[in-house]
């Protein structure tokens, strides 16, 4: 698993992210009186706690907080989030996506999930068809535990950092059109979930060169 050293660096494998760089495109304080002026709520109830943006859906659909505000190009989504326990699983979100009525979920988009697909795995997938996906067992999630995420795209290389290191990394080989998929959205399913210090920015970032030094 690849992580950098520096903070405000984010590596992949070919691919350097500068997030103080990163213009930040929404970062809001969260508030009951602002909750439903931010975002669109489907299949499941969200309120403020404590500073917290909590979800709360127990059924296996899409409970999703939609931001009404569009993104599109490369994003970086940042946050903090932990389950409420009893609730083990699924801290979900997505990017370059939107609602579609008709699947009463989201239609085309990337989703990113901690502790999902029913096998407590990390990873990404694309929707609707979810034929591009990949996913790791190997993060040992802890329920109750907050965890710092930043996660994203560029031009279909999508990624996830966990606590500052590298869980996921997949190329789309089809990447989704971001000037016309634009939604960000947080996402619960069969889960109770908090949410807090949600930014999103423009990703600034710079091709790497790699090539290996001869060891011997």
């Known amino acids: ?11 992949l494998i070919d691919k350097e992210i500068d997030i103080s760089g990163s213009e930040i495109i929404f970062q809001e304080q969260i508030r009951t009186d602002n909750i ?4 669109e709520f489907h299949n499941s109830n969200w309120s403020i706690e404590e500073g917290w943006l909590t979800g709360k859906n127990p059924e296996e659909s899409a409970g999703m907080a939609i931001i009404n505000q569009d993104f599109p190009g490369n994003i970086l989504l940042e ?7 009893p609730s083990t699983r699924d ?7 939107e609602w579609d009525p008709g699947l ?3 239609s085309i988009g990337y989703i990113g999930s901690i502790c999902g ?3 407590r795995r990390a990873g990404i997938e694309k929707s609707p068809d979810f034929s591009l996906r990949a996913t790791s067992s190997n993060f040992g999630f802890k329920p109750g535990r907050i965890y710092s995420v930043k996660a994203g795209s560029i031009d279909g290389n999508c990624f996830i950092f966990i606590n500052g290191k590298l869980q996921i990394e997949l190329n789309d080989p089809d990447p989704i059109n971001n000037q016309k998929y634009t939604k960000v959205a947080l996402s619960v399913f069969s889960s109770h979930v908090q949410f807090r210090n949600i930014i ?3 990703v600034a970032w710079k091709q790497l060169k790699i090539n290996y030094k001869p060891e011997f």
């Open 117 to 119: 697909w029913w096998t």
């Open 200 to 202: 999103v920015r423009h």
């Open 79 to 85: 946050f903090e989030s932990r389950t409420v326990l």
């Open 91 to 97: 801290i979900n979100f997505m990017w370059n996506t």
């Open 36 to 39: 439903n002026s931010i975002f």
């Open 104 to 106: 009463n979920s989201c």
């Open 1 to 11: 698993m690849q992580h950098s050293g520096n903070k405000n660096r984010l590596t």
